[in-house]
């Protein structure tokens, strides 16, 4: 097997092995705590965030929130591999941006007339209209990442089952089954080691590691709907009216739902204009007042609820269905 | 060795290719044009936008960017499509007319998009607001002397139906006023100005249409780009508004300055009128402060009239 062959087939396995880690972990840390739909109403409402602000030093902002977030909520090694996944992905919107932008006036490079497209000029505030677009990815990926490891997908799907049973269904199993294709991948890539050079489907064979690749990746939520499906079809949440159990609330649902509308009304205002910048066709990229206070209040918003230690250590997703003997907890 | 050898023919091309692009690249904005001029106007010249006979420019700047720099502009398509100036937006206005924003440069309708073009020394860039369905328009006379002198670039083909009458005497003595060195050929005499150079067809109407080229000005806006039109016995002509109606029908009395675009890169005009006095009138009126902005003007007297006029 070539250097080159055996380099992207470890990266390949590398990307499969990083899918397969994905998932829930239970934690004591306030967001893992909090009720899973308070938790993802949290990332969702960040993700909003990150979609209305055009301040680069607010997407840092709340970028550097996420990634405190993630560290407190056990996701800090999902978002360094996210990380590495986001740099040449950022990298190539800033270039595609770069040459398919015409506007702005401040031009860094010429690129000739190319025909067809016309003059191919390269200026600074396409560039930058390309890094916020960048940035705005990476965030949107980290928040991605968090809400995987941060939000318990079978107490999502109770919190959602009574409205949307069916889309409920389908998306925990959505969540549930990329890391099983994942492992199922490894476990065809080991198999590939097996096979004699050159022979159909070894290593050499690029082909086949695309097939493995596509057949995890690309066909999640097509599975997850039949499983759904299947699973309604021997009963599971058929008319069944299933016991709902009582979960406690914690200090940290209201803090966590509190700072959920409060991103979500500081999207709100972004979106009205506050912090606006100018990107074409000249740069007006103000760090005023205003900017800096709007990046104080998303991070105080973001950051204070999961600072918090007490009342942690207990997952408010744990039901009991009776009642302790002499009330102890 | 075969296998050596395309790799080596591989590396030339590519080489060769890169080169080819690289030839055309720099680094900053490149060398700023001067003498650049830019005018807005609004629905084929009725309203003044924005006139700037020194216009804010910086570097090899494109046709679009020309224009962000001077006034703003609302594009679309990445910065490739204008759609709005100053804050007059294409629409489509209570008449149901559709007003989109098109671009002259030097007197020619563009043929290549704002954001292809550079701009280059002495350039006129005229942009208009107008209802583009509506007439077949190539070129224009509003940015005279242009397209005959560009910058230091001189080049016109004068071709006279009386080359030693009094008409294509004036017709010679404004263009040397507006930097045109001239020397008139007669109508069938052959064409010595270099190829491609832009035509001014000065004479009679009866004379000068029989040059072939201005013919569709008899047939109307749809055809020629010019709201006016002229009669083959070449002692009528009729004006149109912006809607292409006739406003006005002239018997005698009229002078015509226009300018139609028969090939893609030739701009004709003609200096024409019913009789050589009239023609010897509407020569008068080639100056650059009579023309500016407009797309055709018929001559009445000493007064330049422009057209399309507007409606009874």
């Given at each position: 097997?070539?250097?080159?062959?055996?380099?992207?087939?470890?990266?390949?396995?590398?990307?499969?092995?990083?899918?397969?880690?994905?998932?829930?972990?239970?934690?004591?840390?306030?967001?893992?705590?909090?009720?899973?739909?308070?938790?993802?109403?949290?990332?969702?409402?960040?993700?909003?965030?990150?979609?209305?602000?055009?301040?680069?030093?607010?997407?840092?902002?709340?970028?550097?929130?996420?990634?405190?977030?993630?560290?407190?909520?056990?996701?800090?090694?999902?978002?360094?591999?996210?990380?590495?996944?986001?740099?040449?992905?950022?990298?190539?919107?800033?270039?595609?941006?770069?040459?398919?932008?015409?506007?702005?006036?401040?031009?860094?490079?010429?690129?000739?007339?190319?025909?067809?497209?016309?003059?191919?000029?390269?200026?600074?505030?396409?560039?930058?209209?390309?890094?916020?677009?960048?940035?705005?990815?990476?965030?949107?990926?980290?928040?991605?990442?968090?809400?995987?490891?941060?939000?318990?997908?079978?107490?999502?799907?109770?919190?959602?089952?009574?409205?949307?049973?069916?889309?409920?269904?389908?998306?925990?199993?959505?969540?549930?089954?990329?890391?099983?294709?994942?492992?199922?991948?490894?476990?065809?890539?080991?198999?590939?080691?097996?096979?004699?050079?050159?022979?159909?489907?070894?290593?050499?064979?690029?082909?086949?590691?695309?097939?493995?690749?596509?057949?995890?990746?690309?066909?999640?939520?097509?599975?997850?709907?039949?499983?759904?499906?299947?699973?309604?079809?021997?009963?599971?949440?058929?008319?069944?009216?299933?016991?709902?159990?009582?979960?406690?609330?914690?200090?940290?649902?209201?803090?966590?739902?509190?700072?959920?509308?409060?991103?979500?009304?500081?999207?709100?205002?972004?979106?009205?204009?506050?912090?606006?910048?100018?990107?074409?066709?000249?740069?007006?990229?103000?760090?005023?007042?205003?900017?800096?206070?709007?990046?104080?209040?998303?991070?105080?918003?973001?950051?204070?609820?999961?600072?918090?230690?007490?009342?942690?250590?207990?997952?408010?997703?744990?039901?009991?269905?009776?009642?302790?003997?002499?009330?102890?907890? | 060795?075969?296998?050596?050898?395309?790799?080596?023919?591989?590396?030339?091309?590519?080489?060769?290719?890169?080169?080819?692009?690289?030839?055309?690249?720099?680094?900053?904005?490149?060398?700023?044009?001067?003498?650049?001029?830019?005018?807005?106007?609004?629905?084929?010249?009725?309203?003044?936008?924005?006139?700037?006979?020194?216009?804010?420019?910086?570097?090899?700047?494109?046709?679009?960017?020309?224009?962000?720099?001077?006034?703003?502009?609302?594009?679309?398509?990445?910065?490739?499509?204008?759609?709005?100036?100053?804050?007059?937006?294409?629409?489509?206005?209570?008449?149901?007319?559709?007003?989109?924003?098109?671009?002259?440069?030097?007197?020619?309708?563009?043929?290549?998009?704002?954001?292809?073009?550079?701009?280059?020394?002495?350039?006129?860039?005229?942009?208009?607001?107008?209802?583009?369905?509506?007439?077949?328009?190539?070129?224009?006379?509003?940015?005279?002397?242009?397209?005959?002198?560009?910058?230091?670039?001189?080049?016109?083909?004068?071709?006279?139906?009386?080359?030693?009458?009094?008409?294509?005497?004036?017709?010679?003595?404004?263009?040397?006023?507006?930097?045109?060195?001239?020397?008139?050929r007669a109508l069938d005499a052959p064409i010595t100005a270099p190829a491609g150079a832009p035509r001014m067809l000065v004479g009679t109407w009866r004379r000068i249409r029989e040059s072939g080229a201005v013919g569709p000005l008899e047939q109307g806006p749809r055809r020629s780009?010019?709201?006016?039109?002229?009669?083959?016995?070449?002692?009528?002509?009729?004006?149109?508004?912006?809607?292409?109606?006739?406003?006005?029908?002239?018997?005698?009395?009229?002078?015509?300055?226009?300018?139609?675009?028969?090939?893609?890169?030739?701009?004709?005009?003609?200096?024409?009128?019913?009789?050589?006095?009239?023609?010897?009138?509407?020569?008068?009126?080639?100056?650059?402060?009579?023309?500016?902005?407009?797309?055709?003007?018929?001559?009445?007297?000493?007064?330049?009239?422009?057209?399309?006029?507007?409606?009874?």
């Amino acid at each position: 097997m070539t250097t080159t062959t055996a380099s992207t087939s470890r990266a390949t396995d590398r990307l499969l092995d990083g899918v397969a880690r994905l998932g829930h972990r239970p934690g004591g840390d306030p967001l893992r705590t909090a009720r899973p739909a308070l938790a993802a109403l949290w990332c969702l409402a960040v993700a909003v965030v990150a979609l209305a602000a055009g301040h680069p030093l607010v997407l840092a902002t709340v970028g550097a929130c996420v990634l405190v977030a993630g560290a407190r909520a056990g996701a800090t090694a999902l978002h360094r591999r996210v990380l590495l996944l986001a740099v040449p992905l950022a990298l190539l919107v800033v270039v595609i941006n770069a040459l398919v932008v015409r506007e702005g006036l401040t031009v860094l490079l010429r690129l000739g007339t190319v025909p067809g497209l016309g003059a191919l000029d390269v200026t600074l505030e396409a560039v930058v209209v390309g890094a916020i677009l960048a940035l705005r990815l990476v965030v949107l990926l980290l928040v991605g990442a968090l809400f995987v490891v941060a939000v318990d997908p079978d107490g999502l799907l109770r919190a959602l089952r009574p409205r949307w049973p069916h889309a409920a269904l389908t998306a925990a199993l959505a969540l549930r089954i990329v890391p099983v294709l994942a492992r199922d991948g490894l476990r065809m890539s080991e198999a590939r080691r097996t096979r004699p050079p050159g022979a159909p489907g070894s290593m050499e064979d690029r082909g086949a590691r695309l097939v493995v690749l596509r057949s995890v990746l690309g066909s999640t939520f097509d599975r997850s709907a039949d499983l759904a499906t299947t699973l309604e079809l021997r009963g599971h949440g058929l008319g069944v009216r299933t016991v709902r159990a009582r979960v406690r609330r914690s200090r940290h649902d209201r803090r966590i739902a509190g700072a959920a509308l409060a991103l979500v009304a500081t999207a709100a205002a972004f979106v009205a204009g506050v912090a606006d910048v100018g990107l074409t066709p000249r740069l007006d990229v103000p760090v005023d007042a205003t900017v800096i206070g709007a990046c104080g209040l998303i991070a105080a918003v973001m950051i204070a609820p999961l600072l918090s230690r007490r009342g942690v250590g207990v997952a408010s997703s744990t039901v009991r269905a009776t009642p302790p003997v002499g009330g102890a907890a | 060795m075969n296998g050596m050898a395309m790799h080596r023919r591989t590396a030339i091309t590519t080489a060769t290719a890169l080169a080819a692009a690289l030839a055309g690249c720099g680094v900053g904005g490149g060398e700023t044009p001067e003498d650049v001029s830019l005018l807005v106007t609004d629905d084929l010249g009725a309203r003044v936008i924005l006139d700037r006979p020194d216009a804010e420019v910086s570097g090899e700047d494109t046709v679009v960017r020309l224009l962000q720099r001077n006034t703003d502009v609302d594009a679309a398509s990445g910065g490739t499509f204008v759609r709005g100036v100053a804050g007059v937006e294409a629409e489509q206005d209570a008449t149901g007319r559709t007003l989109d924003w098109v671009y002259f440069r030097n007197g020619m309708l563009a043929s290549r998009g704002a954001a292809e073009t550079r701009v280059e020394d002495g350039d006129h860039v005229w942009w208009d607001r107008q209802e583009y369905a509506r007439a077949r328009m190539g070129a224009v006379v509003g940015a005279f002397p242009a397209p005959f002198r560009v910058g230091d670039e001189v080049a016109i083909d004068l071709a006279c139906a009386t080359p030693d009458g009094d008409a294509c005497a004036a017709a010679v003595r404004r263009l040397g006023q507006a930097g045109v060195p001239a020397t008139p050929r007669a109508l069938d005499a052959p064409i010595t100005a270099p190829a491609g150079a832009p035509r001014m067809l000065v004479g009679t109407w009866r004379r000068i249409r029989e040059s072939g080229a201005v013919g569709p000005l008899e047939q109307g806006p749809r055809r020629s780009g010019v709201f006016a039109r002229l009669d083959p016995d070449g002692r009528t002509l009729t004006v149109l508004d912006r809607a292409g109606e006739a406003t006005s029908t002239l018997r005698g009395g009229w002078g015509l300055v226009a300018a139609v675009r028969p090939t893609p890169k030739l701009a004709v005009w003609v200096v024409t009128g019913p009789d050589e006095a009239n023609v010897r009138r509407a020569a008068a009126a080639l100056r650059p402060d009579r023309l500016k902005g407009r797309f055709a003007v018929r001559v009445d007297g000493g007064d330049a009239v422009p057209i399309p006029e507007a409606p009874r």
